[in-house]
């Protein structure tokens, strides 16, 4: 069943993710939040439960980070997307051990990338 085959039983779910979006703290947590959508495998709802458990431990424990310093790399991202290439993140990404691209690139060569949208025809480079 879709998220909003269930607003007619008591949730709004466009209101629900409007109260989340305005506890964000960053543009892209606001989009996330604003894109939610209700868990309805139980399984899936008892990880989510389960990594919420952990967070609160760790807030508590250390403190909240701050959301606020991080920028919106999207933009970036944009202005460096090759047409028709796609990045993997493999699983050393998932274990937190750092980002690197199939190709062994490092991190590092994502965050140099300054790449400026050009006209059609010509050519441009990542500095």
């Known amino acids: 069943m879709a998220a909003e085959a269930l607003s007619g039983r008591g949730v709004e779910w466009n209101e629900v993710r409007a109260l989340l979006a305005a506890e964000t703290d960053t543009p892209m947590g606001r989009d996330r939040a ?67 691209t199939s190709s062994g690139a490092s991190s590092e060569t994502w965050t140099r990338c300054s790449r400026r949208p050009t006209p059609t025809g010509s050519s441009a480079t990542a500095t």
Do not use: K, M, N, Y
């Open 34 to 100: 604003l894109g939610a959508t209700p868990l309805l495998d139980p399984p899936a709802v008892s990880a989510a439960l389960s990594e919420t458990s952990q967070a609160r431990l760790a807030v508590a424990a250390h403190g909240l980070p701050p959301w606020q310093a991080i920028p919106d790399v999207r933009p970036s991202l944009t202005r460096c997307r090759a047409d028709g290439a796609t990045v993997r993140a493999p699983s050393s990404a998932a274990s937190g051990s750092g980002f690197e």
